[in-house]
């Protein structure tokens, strides 16, 4: 039993080691894509933005013609 003690132990701290590994790796891929997500957010407010003018010009003279 001594040497199952010892697997046992080996194996449950194998097994924390890897679950924390998962842990991290998803933490990063989470705070990254919520990163990505805001900047990507503020480029098509910004690009919206800077493009309606331009729209609201073109509609009008569409419209006058």
Do not use: D, E, Q, W
């Not at 990163?35 to 010009?57: D, E, G, N, P, Q």
């Amino acid at each position: 039993t001594s040497l199952f003690n010892h697997h046992f132990a080996l194996l449950t701290m194998c097994f924390m080691v890897l679950k924390g590994f998962v842990y991290t790796i998803s933490a990063h891929i989470y705070s990254f894509r919520l990163a990505f997500s805001r900047i990507l957010h503020c480029i098509l407010h910004h690009f919206t933005l800077h493009l309606a003018s331009k729209r609201i010009v073109f509609r009008t003279k569409t419209h006058c013609v």
